[in-house]
């Protein structure tokens, strides 16, 4: 009997011990765009934390040639990752030299002196600046269509 009421006093602070242990959190990450990868990655990822959602681009920074840093560039929610689509799309119809800025990032179109056989065109460039660490990349007229895609498909 002694035996009994011992186990039933212990036995709640068992468990609460025991389930500060075994916390479930409710955590997914899913690729959205992955539109280069190998040394020099460009994905779109969103990840989902309880009931936040989150957007990460994440790219090699082009500043480091000889070393593989991998920056992100964190979206807070849908809306602020509108911003880069937006941007983009501006910028896919705008002029070499024009420059979007937002509050943590900033694209600048440049144009290649090269020409596109098909369209005979000057193919374009993308350079995506992160503000806060001062991270580049440069997108591709390609993965900027791919990426504009996948952001209006959200």
Request: charged share 25%; hydrophobic share 40%.
């Amino acid at each position: 009997m002694k035996k009994l009421i011992f186990l039933f006093v212990l036995l709640p602070f068992v468990v609460v011990k025991a389930k500060a242990q075994f916390t479930i959190s409710n955590t997914s990450t899913i690729t959205i765009a992955e539109l280069r990868s190998g040394d020099w990655p460009l994905q779109l990822q969103r990840i989902v934390k309880h009931n936040d959602t989150m957007y990460l681009l994440t790219f090699r920074d082009k500043q480091y040639p000889n070393n593989h840093n991998v920056s992100t560039l964190k979206f807070g929610n849908l809306v602020q990752l509108r911003y880069l689509e937006q941007g983009l799309s501006y910028l896919m119809t705008a002029d070499d030299g024009t420059e979007a800025t937002y509050k943590g990032f900033s694209i600048k179109r440049t144009d290649d002196k090269t020409v596109d056989r098909k369209t005979k065109k000057k193919t374009a460039k993308f350079t995506l600046v992160c503000t806060d660490e001062g991270d580049v990349t440069d997108i591709q007229q390609g993965e900027a269509d791919a990426l504009v895609k996948a952001i209006k498909s959200l």
